[in-house]
């Protein structure tokens, strides 16, 4: 009998990296992104999408759902998703450099993709502008993906139409800015709203629509006013921290 090989700490990045960016009911072994990395990692579609169920049984938001049939995580598994919630610049920087490495053995896709947010980087050096955008391309994956490409106030799929919102602004919290959990699935318009506080989330996670806007414009009504106190669609996983959406409350929202 052959001795069962362990997962290396990059085989384990990259199999992390993508639990972060694939929806939750794309995390099976038919899945094209799990059959491509599999090989260039050297393990099987199969052992990949049991390592990313296995993953899936430490999100205590999937947990919450009680989903059934996830294989208990290692020991491994467990000291890096704790790695990845301590320190998600350093995670996000790692998987991303192995999931670099392995790709120039492949079809040299990169795994960056484009920026919702305009973020100033002026006065940044090279190398930070890079790791920024690295980090931005994460959390756009990482978020969308967590609410299945969907508007978690109104439901709209198109993704192009779609940003990964952050819930605490990126300039105001460093140690979560890459946090999926400190964002939200929204619509182009439905962000503009929430960046400058007209819409918030409730603990409850339902919408609040603030006073200042206009009751008798019509536009306003159908698309902000109409989903005051309706309840978020929530994410797979990456569930909104209460903390983050009491931040917005607190310091973004103009009751």
């Known amino acids: 009998m052959s001795r069962r090989v362990g997962w290396t700490r990059s085989q384990l990045l990259v199999a992390f990296n993508l639990y972060c960016q694939l929806p939750f009911g794309r995390l099976h072994s038919r899945n094209p992104e799990i059959i491509k990395y599999a090989e260039l990692i050297g393990r099987t579609s199969s052992a990949l999408a049991l390592k990313l169920t296995n993953i899936a049984s430490l999100d205590p938001v999937i947990i919450s759902t009680g989903r059934k049939g996830l294989k208990g995580a290692s020991k491994a598994d467990k000291e890096m998703w704790n790695e990845m919630q301590n320190d ?3 995670f996000v920087l790692e ?15 990169s795994v960056i993709d484009p920026i919702d947010e305009e973020i100033d980087y002026s006065g940044k050096n090279k190398t930070i502008k890079s790791t920024a955008r690295i980090g931005q391309s994460f959390f756009r994956k990482s978020v969308l993906s967590a609410y299945d490409y969907k508007c978690c106030i109104t439901g709209l799929s198109e993704p192009q139409l779609l940003i990964a919102s952050h819930i605490v602004p990126w300039g105001h919290d460093e140690r979560n800015r890459l946090n999926p959990s400190n964002g939200l699935s929204l619509s182009m318009l439905h962000d503009k709203a929430f960046d400058i506080g007209i819409i918030t989330i409730n603990e409850n996670m339902t919408v609040r629509v603030s006073q200042k806007v206009l009751k008798n414009d019509t536009f306003l009504k159908t698309a ?19 903390d983050f959406l009491a ?3 607190e310091n973004i929202f103009e009751a």
């Open 88 to 90: 998600w610049d350093k």
């Open 95 to 109: 998987s991303f450099q192995a999931m670099e490495a392995i790709n120039k053995l492949g079809d040299n896709t």
């Open 224 to 242: 902000l006013l109409n989903y005051d106190g309706q309840k978020i669609y929530l994410p797979d996983k990456f569930e909104p921290h209460i």
């Open 247 to 249: 931040y917005h409350r």
